[in-house]
């Protein structure tokens, strides 16, 4: 007599519900975690190691050797000897974000609503000077300035600059060299912003006998305040620490912190003063995002 097997022998049975349920929550953190391994490794532990620099003793050197002494005092000493950089580095990218602002948001207001066909080929010209070395475009506005240049031999002819005066090395060649290698990072998000733009607010605003500055104010900028806010930060985040412009279109009168720290640690190999610089202007660059973006939702919220 043959006995027959019951059905699904042979098969485990099926999981609970609860347990399916706990591996559908679990999934999501097991999908992050390459990533974080990624962070952990190559932001985290040089991080942390950037902060032990900061303390070692400062008379140390390469050769020598460093010797940790939790030396505190490393970050009054750099403050008292380089604030002009931190107030010069803050100030340039500053006055650079509010050029990029008075350039940026009618270019993308202009691409996002009015382009039409020619749209994507404006977003093309946009983005593609990134497709460049930020070196190579930075000398190229280093030859477009230079006294000899184009430029600077029209304004002397058109008397807008004296016989002797010039562009380059001056703070307002580095200002500007900050602003066109940055520019793309603000005008993409506000783009994105712009773009979905609901035409039949604005036609309501109108409506409403709103004249069209107050239906900017109303109804334009508090739609694109997200791509703002992203482009503001995208673009001022980079152009504070930035050494290129002030190297390449500046002089030694107009060099940003990101210079100090480039010749603490590859000039006078200066490793405690350079860690404690960087990590100064990296908390400083956070207290200012910390306090836009609560003043920014503040403001969103009224």
């Known amino acids: 007599m043959t006995l027959l097997a019951p059905t699904g022998a042979g098969h485990p049975p099926p999981a609970p519900p609860a347990a399916r349920s706990g591996r559908r929550r679990l999934l999501p953190y097991l999908l992050l975690l390459p990533g974080a391994a990624w962070l952990l490794i190559f932001f985290g532990v040089p991080l942390l190691q950037l ?159 709103a004249s069209p500055v107050q239906a900017f104010r109303r109804v334009t900028l508090p739609l694109s305040m997200p791509g703002l806010v992203a482009g503001t930060l995208l673009f001022f985040i980079p152009a504070s620490g930035d050494y290129i412009n002030a190297e390449l279109l500046g002089t030694p009168n107009e060099y940003m912190i990101g210079n100090v720290i480039d010749s603490a640690f590859l000039v006078r190999l200066d490793y405690p003063q350079g860690a404690a610089l960087s990590f100064l202007l990296m908390a400083a660059i956070l207290a200012v995002v910390f306090g836009y973006l609560r003043r920014a939702g503040t403001e969103e919220v009224l």
């Open 51 to 209: 902060a032990a620099a900061s303390l070692y003793d400062p008379s140390g050197s390469l050769s020598t050797g460093y010797a940790m002494t939790w030396a505190v005092g490393n970050y009054p000493d750099v403050v008292q000897a380089y604030w002009p950089q931190f107030l010069r580095s803050f100030g340039y990218a500053g006055l650079a974000l509010v050029l990029a602002l008075l350039l940026g948001y009618p270019l993308a207001y202009a691409i996002a609503q009015k382009a039409g066909r020619w749209k994507n080929l404006l977003l093309v010209c946009v983005v593609a000077p990134m497709f460049t070395s930020f070196l190579v475009r930075t000398l190229a506005w280093k030859t477009i300035l230079s006294d000899n240049g184009a430029l600077v031999g029209l304004l002397r002819d058109v008397h807008l600059l004296a016989p002797d005066g010039r562009l380059l090395a001056t703070p307002f060649a580095v200002v500007l060299g900050l602003t066109y290698n940055f520019l793309p990072f603000l005008v993409l998000p506000l783009y994105a912003s712009l773009e979905r733009l609901d035409h039949r607010l604005l036609e309501a605003a109108t409506d409403l006998y």
